[in-house]
């Protein structure tokens, strides 16, 4: 019994730091995924040591080295609960023609719960639908609640990374583009809110670093860090948003959001975790939307799950011209270490 319970907790503090060795391999980047339950895992971890362990000098170490574990897994974990700051303000006044409601579903692309995702649509009536991993069949089968939709920019592949994106406000200057993989496309659009502001959208969708598809996160980061640039480049307002393979707690995610200077709606209240649809104890929010200091969020939550592994989300902003003097402190910084980083990143592949 207490073998094993000091083996077992060896393995929960190495897999909760090997995070911190900043390797590309799936090995390692893997392990970033599971936080909350490393943290219940390290905690129960702890108290069976205490209730069955004797108390010797092996007793005490592994005592302090699971207690060190679950001050960093809390200190990881704790921005993304009502404990941390909120790096985007609520919507006080609400100004309907200021406001764009983005949908985004990852239909699982084997699905063929076709009438869920369109009973899905209709209900959640969103002014954007964001829908990925879609093939041909699955744009096909989704016409009759995309009809509804007069502004489109339809990407189906059949290969898991398909992407379609159905509009009720005006998009132009729309283009696909394959950033870093020939075969894995990203949406760059402008939107026109009905009050004539317009935005920039940038969809994405990189490959996750698992064994048996990519075994390295180099893509992805390389992805990411790309559309961050010209986030930031932007001068007009942005919204990212997509299925990113990522957590939001991971230091490539931070990277991302340092380096576009965009704010992460889940900060400072939940995780709202999005995969896996059908395995409650591993969770992990890996659909995202990410917003400059211009926008206000007036609803965030998750959406009834059609069958996929991934259960979509409502994101409905506010733009205001004064959120981002409120708001410009908000963003997190970067520093040289990180723009090294991020320029290191961005030469490979």
């Known amino acids: 019994m207490h073998t094993a319970l000091y083996i077992f907790s060896s393995i929960l503090i190495i897999i909760s730091f090997i995070p911190l060795i900043r390797n590309d391999y799936w090995t390692f980047r893997i392990f970033e995924y599971p936080r909350l339950q490393k943290l219940v895992l390290t905690a129960l971890s702890l108290a069976l040591l205490l209730i069955f362990s004797n108390r010797t000098l092996t007793f005490y170490i592994y005592v302090t080295l699971l207690s060190g574990t679950i001050l960093y897994l809390l200190k990881q974990i704790i921005p993304f609960t009502p404990l941390g700051k909120k790096q985007i303000l ?59 939709y007069p502004y489109r920019i339809e990407k189906p592949i059949d290969n898991t990374y398909g992407m379609l994106l159905y509009s009720k406000l005006e998009l132009k200057e729309s283009e696909v583009k394959f950033l870093v993989e020939d075969d894995i496309p990203s949406i760059h659009t402008k939107v026109i809110l009905r009050n004539g502001q317009v935005i920039q959208l940038y969809a994405v969708h990189p490959t996750p670093p698992v064994p048996g598809e990519n075994p390295r996160s180099t893509e992805r980061d390389k992805e990411l860090l790309l ?25 490539t995610t931070e990277l991302f959001l340092k380096t576009s200077q965009l704010l992460d709606p889940r900060r400072g209240r939940f995780f709202l975790n999005t995969f896996h649809a059908h395995h409650f104890f591993m969770r992990f929010p890996l659909d995202h939307i990410f917003c400059s200091t211009d926008f206000k969020l007036k609803k965030m939550k998750r959406l009834n799950n059609f069958d996929s592994d991934h259960f979509p989300i409502l994101t409905v902003l506010q733009y205001e011209k004064s959120a981002d003097a409120e708001q410009e402190d908000n963003t997190l910084d970067l520093d040289q270490e990180d723009r090294e980083l991020a320029e290191e990143k961005k030469e490979k592949c």
Not at 117 to 136: F, G, M, Q, R, Y
């Open 227 to 251: 559309i961050a640039d010209k986030a930031l480049a932007s001068k007009i307002p942005v919204i990212v948003c997509g299925d990113l393979n990522d957590v939001a707690w991971s230091y």
């Open 90 to 148: 609520r919507v006080k006044q609400e100004i309907p023609d200021q406001t764009i409601s983005i949908m985004i579903s990852n239909v699982f692309e084997d699905n063929t719960n076709y009438k869920g995702c369109i009973a899905e649509i209709k209900k959640t009536d969103a002014n954007l639908v964001l829908l990925l991993e879609t093939s041909h069949e699955w744009m096909e089968q989704l016409k009759e609640a995309t009809d509804a």
